[in-house]
């Protein structure tokens, strides 16, 4: 099972409408969107969380229960607000972010129940608790507890600048988790923050890397390849990326590091690609995700 670990937002997704500039209501995340695309993708995935004490939180519960997840543990904080992200749109549905967060849950992580942390193989951690110190001692114990456990850890950098106004503490920050992982995922513009060298470095950690229309690059041993993706014409972008990486956990999961071959990796981020090219297809990051029959049908 994929467990992902970490925040649980609502997207608030901007467009004009009849001359007026509203907002609508999505659930998102990037690790809760990674959990809902490998349920759809046919994995069993389950979901850790945190959400605040007010009616966006209400809504994310009761959308929590309606996805076809494995198991679930998201807690209220009675002390915190949930945690909103606006989300505005160009003509190409390529989107720009803007967080609220002031008092918010996402880095008050509830510790996970034994008997889900039993059922996971790979354990995937968000990164924006990492902003505060509690949510970083959160999540390096966290993955720590996996390596002890024999599980794999995967890690998604998702930087934002918005959120990390200090770029070279960030990275500093994220060193700890992109040391403890196996599955690291980087977007394209990530691996010039985080540079080449460093990135070419981890010879003993699969990297995965999006590249948008391009498709993604997978890195390995020493070894590396692009693979291509489908052409789409995409209404929204949020998510995208959390869709592929989640198709590419799905076809990982159950595989030892030992069995780990340059045939699986093409396969797995072939799956990706076009797990993520559809999902744009649709507003939002989890409502237009498509199903394993769906991306077999492109495979």
């Known amino acids: 099972m994929i467990l992902s670990v970490g925040e649980i937002l609502v997207d608030m997704i901007g467009g004009e409408k009849d001359g007026v500039f509203c907002y609508e209501r999505k659930a998102g995340g990037a690790p809760f969107n990674v959990a809902c695309a490998a349920a759809k993708c046919g994995a069993e995935s389950g979901f850790v969380g945190c959400v605040g ?14 996805q076809n997840l494995t198991c679930t543990y998201v807690q209220r904080n009675l002390a915190a607000n949930t945690t909103l ?13 803007c967080f ?24 995937h951690i968000g990164s924006l608790m990492l902003s505060e110190a509690q949510g970083e ?5 966290l993955a720590e507890r996996a390596k002890r456990a024999g599980k794999l850890v995967s890690f998604d950098v998702n930087f934002r600048d918005d959120i990390f106004r200090d770029t070279a503490a960030a990275v500093s920050v994220y060193k700890k988790l992109i040391a403890r ?11 010039e923050i985080f540079t080449k060298a460093y990135v070419d470095s981890l010879q003993d950690k699969l990297v995965c890397v999006s590249l948008g229309g391009k498709g993604s690059e997978w890195r390995y041993g020493g070894k590396r390849a692009i693979v291509e993706s ?10 995208a990326g959390d869709a592929f990486y989640a198709g590419v956990l799905s076809q990982i999961d159950g595989q030892d590091k ?7 990796f093409n ?17 939002g990051a989890i409502d237009g995700l498509p199903t394993k029959a769906e991306i077999k049908k492109y495979l």
Do not use: H
């Open 267 to 283: 396969k797995a981020f072939r799956f990706g690609n076009i797990c993520g090219a559809l999902n744009t297809l649709a507003k």
């Open 181 to 191: 992982a196996d599955i690291v995922k980087f977007s394209e513009d990530e691996v």
């Open 137 to 141: 001692v959160y999540a390096v114990a």
């Open 258 to 264: 030992s069995q780990w071959t340059e045939k699986l």
């Open 85 to 97: 992200a606006f989300v505005e749109l160009d003509k190409t549905g390529e989107r720009s972010f």
């Open 53 to 66: 004490d007010d009616i966006i939180g209400t809504f994310l519960e009761k959308f929590v229960q309606e």
């Open 230 to 239: 489908i052409k789409v014409s995409p209404v929204d972008t949020t998510g």
């Open 100 to 123: 609220y967060r002031k008092n918010t849950a996402d880095y008050r992580m509830p510790e996970i129940p034994d008997d889900i942390f039993a059922k996971a193989t790979i354990v």
